[in-house]
């Protein structure tokens, strides 16, 4: 099991069949918290009528998406029909939603490929009428890619989308206020900058610099999980658009970070994959979590049995 350790869960072949049996789920499978808070659901987020059942009749508050959407998933599929099989799963995130409520989902541009998928998913997006788009977040990576004849490519794109009229929860960074002024004139007073604020620190907008990448030096890291988000963003996300004892969805579960910051912020999360690697991943980093309070394994196997 050591390559887990390494390798990526998606492309290794040979890893896979090897966790394969390690895996508690199967397709159409579904893992119930002990605990009665989340649920872990082998399903196809495209599938209505798995959406459905495993919801049992429940709404969510919260939707954070996280679909794949590199090159291979292309190659697989073709960006055409890319964007029918998103509008699929965006349908049944929709018909399990309460009707005030938010959707973020995290989505790429590619520069060497007409920055696709982003702009032909949010014109898709645009047909919806059950969706309105609230805002645009880029998140810097503190790695990209390029050549020398371009710029670097150092950011992930997340869009804000909004049911009815959900709660939003005003968020801070750790990064100090700084800019000074008296420019905004309140009940005749001219008001400076610092004075008016309810925090020593800045708000997040929507560009955010201040969550750093996960890599494998990282105590969070999953290894053998690919484009991993950090808990940081998830954590971000979880507290400004949900309440306590809130049900979140997730529906391309990968590392398990949307319940693990769920697990933290006292909601609960219903999240699912189609892959079992990655639905027994989630499980077992929830239940490492809560032996340890450690949130990921940094650079060790995930799959190694435990002595």
């Known amino acids: 099991m050591e390559k887990a350790a390494s390798n990526r869960f998606d492309v290794d072949s040979e890893l896979r069949e090897s966790l394969l049996p390690e895996c508690r789920l199967k397709f159409g499978e579904v893992w119930e918290d002990p605990s009665g808070a989340h649920k872990v659901g082998c399903i196809d987020a495209a599938d209505s009528s798995m959406v459905s059942g495993f919801m049992s009749g429940k709404k969510a508050k919260l939707a954070l998406h996280d679909p794949p959407y590199n090159l291979v998933v292309f190659d697989r599929l073709g960006k ?3 964007i ?3 509008e699929k799963w965006i349908r049944n995130t929709s018909s399990v939603m309460d009707e005030d409520s938010s959707l973020y989902v995290w989505l790429g541009a590619d520069q060497n490929d007409g920055f696709q998928p982003l702009p032909d998913f949010m014109i898709m997006m645009r047909g919806l009428d059950e969706f309105k788009p609230r805002s645009f977040i880029t998140m810097r990576n503190q790695r990209g890619y390029g050549t020398q004849k371009n710029w670097m490519s150092v950011r992930q794109e997340l869009l804000y989308y ?11 960074t750790d990064i100090p206020k700084i800019l000074r002024g008296y420019y905004k004139n309140i009940g005749g007073k001219l008001t400076e900058n610092i004075e008016r604020g309810k925090s020593e620190n800045i708000r997040p907008g929507n560009v955010w610099v201040d ?10 890291n999953v290894p053998g999980c690919y484009a991993q988000k950090p808990l940081k963003s998830s954590d971000r996300i979880v507290a400004a658009s949900s309440n306590q004892g809130d049900i979140v969805i997730d529906f391309f579960a990968h590392s398990g970070s949307t319940m693990l910051s769920c697990e933290r912020m006292g909601r609960k999360c219903f999240t ?11 499980i077992r980093r929830l239940e490492r979590f809560r032996k340890t309070g450690l949130a990921g394994w940094q650079n060790e196997d995930p799959f190694k049995r435990e002595c």
Request: glycine fraction near 2%.
């Open 84 to 86: 029918n099989w998103c």
């Open 162 to 172: 909004i049911k009815g009229n959900p709660d939003f929860h005003v968020q801070y």
């Open 211 to 220: 969550i750093q990448q996960v890599f494998y030096k990282m105590r969070e």
């Open 80 to 82: 055409a029909d890319f």
């Open 272 to 282: 699912a994959d189609i892959d079992p690697i990655f639905c027994e991943i989630s």
